[in-house]
Structure formats: structure tokens, C-alpha cells
């Protein structure tokens, strides 16, 4: 196994810039698929319990699995026909649907990430290896918890993320992107019910990260949700029904502004 240090000593820390990560956070608001910006908003908003998590995940057996193996999970993940093969049901045909449907792949998230690592240096240390493993099963987050990619499901799923690997920059994202969805609706929807509900189930859940991915992506999912402690996300699909009831498309929150004007008249007769 070839040693690398937790943190390199060539790495600089960047500094809490909540400015700048209000910055790029406005940008990502007026384009939601740019996931460039999210890698931006982490960066700005590091803190040290970052690096206790990394320390904390290669103190395991599969962290140290990890760095002796080095595997690049995208070609796992990508490789649909080998994932098609596994029995119908489990979590890695229930990612490649997922992903098929969505129009993702996970070396497409990568690519992202180094439209924001184009300037930067690369350093061979545990923070990188780390943060590559949670870019590269973010997807599998979204269909372990059962939060979609619409606008509501992206915030929950990243307050679940915070309370399995705490970081301000997650934090801001999962609220801010709340607070966003929630200016067109008032207090109609639970918005912000959801977002906590996301930070609690990830709260008692195992982390996703420190699994073993190859066996995961072989497991049946509703045994894989069991085993992980991964509870239903009663308040998100209570949301969702809500808003399908008042003529809202959940996957088009941000960009419907008439339907939520027509959504809150109601609210506003009842206040008025």
C-alpha cells in the first residue's frame, strides 16, 4: 500500500468566503444544471470537520481497501452493461435506470468538477481521495434515499449528505436552495419540514461512503435501505402530492412561476 498523507502538506486552506459562495450560489440558481458551481460554494466554505471525516473513513477496513485498490468508481458506475446484469431490483439496475432516465452519467459529474479544478492543483492526499468517493456516489445518494432531481429533492438529498459528512458548503446549498423554493410558495408546502426531515434521516443512517460500492450496487435495494437505516421520506413525497393536487410540477419549482401564484391564491384569500 503506498502511504499518503491526510492532508498534503502543499494544500493551503482557501478560507471561510461566505461572499463568494453567495456568489456562485446565484449562478447555480440561474442554472441549476450548472453543477460547476456547486464545487465552487464547498471550496469557499471548508471547515475542519471536512477532514475529520476523511481521517474517519480511512480508519476503516474498506478506507484502507480503498487506498491500497485506488478504484475509479465512474468506470464502475458507467459500465450500464455490467450493472444491467445484476438481478432486477437491486441497487445498481436502479442506478443505471436512474441514470439512463436523467440523462447522467458519473464521469459527466467529474467533468464538472474539473471545470473547477482547471486552475487548480491536484494533491495525492486523503481530502481528495475522499471528496472524489462522495462526488462520484452522490447519484447513488439520490436513489438510496429516494430523493429525485427535481429542485426539493436536490436540497433534501444534500441535507442528508451534510449530516453524513458535515460541511458548511452542503449546509448553505440544502438551505439556500430551500429558501429559493420556498419565496414562490410561502408556508403552502412543508418545504422546509422536507429539508430537515433529510438531515435527520441522514443522521441515523450508515454512511454511503464508507460501503463497500461493488457489493452495494449487488444488493437488493429495499434490503440496502434496511440495512443503512435509510427511513422513507414521509414529508418530501407529502410535498410532491401536495403540489401534483394544485396543478404544481415538483421537477419545475424554480420555473413555474404562474403555478405557484395560482397555488398561493388560496393561502393569500384564507390570510387576506
Given at each position: ?218 444488493e437488493p435495494i429495499d434490503a440496502a435501505r434496511q440495512r443503512l ?44
Open positions: 500500500m503506498t502511504a499518503i498523507p491526510l492532508i498534503h502538506p502543499d494544500r493551503t486552506d482557501t478560507g471561510f468566503r461566505p461572499l463568494k459562495a453567495l456568489h456562485h450560489f446565484r449562478k447555480l440558481i440561474a442554472d441549476k444544471e450548472d453543477t460547476e458551481q456547486v464545487f465552487h460554494i464547498l471550496d469557499a466554505l471548508r471547515d475542519n470537520r471536512f477532514k475529520r471525516s476523511v481521517a474517519r473513513f480511512f480508519a476503516t477496513a474498506e478506507g484502507q481497501k480503498v487506498l491500497a485498490d485506488r478504484p475509479y468508481l465512474p468506470a464502475m458506475l458507467d459500465d450500464h452493461d455490467a450493472l444491467r446484469k445484476l438481478p432486477e431490483g437491486s441497487v445498481g439496475r436502479v442506478y443505471v435506470d436512474f441514470m439512463e432516465r436523467e440523462g447522467l452519467t458519473a464521469q459527466g459529474l467529474v467533468d464538472e468538477s474539473m471545470k473547477f479544478r482547471r486552475t487548480k492543483p491536484r494533491f495525492d492526499d486523503m481530502v481528495e481521495l475522499y471528496g472524489d468517493r462522495l462526488r462520484d456516489t452522490h447519484d447513488l445518494f439520490h436513489i438510496l434515499t429516494g430523493y429525485g432531481r427535481d429542485a426539493l429533492g436536490e436540497q433534501c438529498v444534500l441535507a442528508f449528505s451534510y449530516s453524513q459528512t458535515p460541511s458548511w458548503g452542503t449546509l448553505f446549498i440544502a438551505w439556500a436552495g430551500a429558501r429559493e423554493i420556498r419565496k414562490g410558495f410561502g408556508s403552502r408546502y412543508p418545504i422546509y419540514g422536507a429539508v430537515r426531515e433529510g438531515q435527520r434521516i441522514g443522521r441515523v443512517a450508515q454512511q454511503i461512503a464508507f460501503q463497500d460500492i461493488e457489493a452495494l450496487l449487488a437505516g435509510i427511513a422513507e421520506p414521509k414529508i418530501y413525497k407529502q410535498v410532491h402530492a401536495m403540489m401534483r393536487a394544485d396543478g404544481v410540477d415538483p421537477y419545475d419549482l424554480l420555473g413555474t412561476k404562474e403555478a405557484a401564484e395560482a397555488a398561493t391564491q388560496p393561502e393569500l384569500a384564507q390570510a387576506a
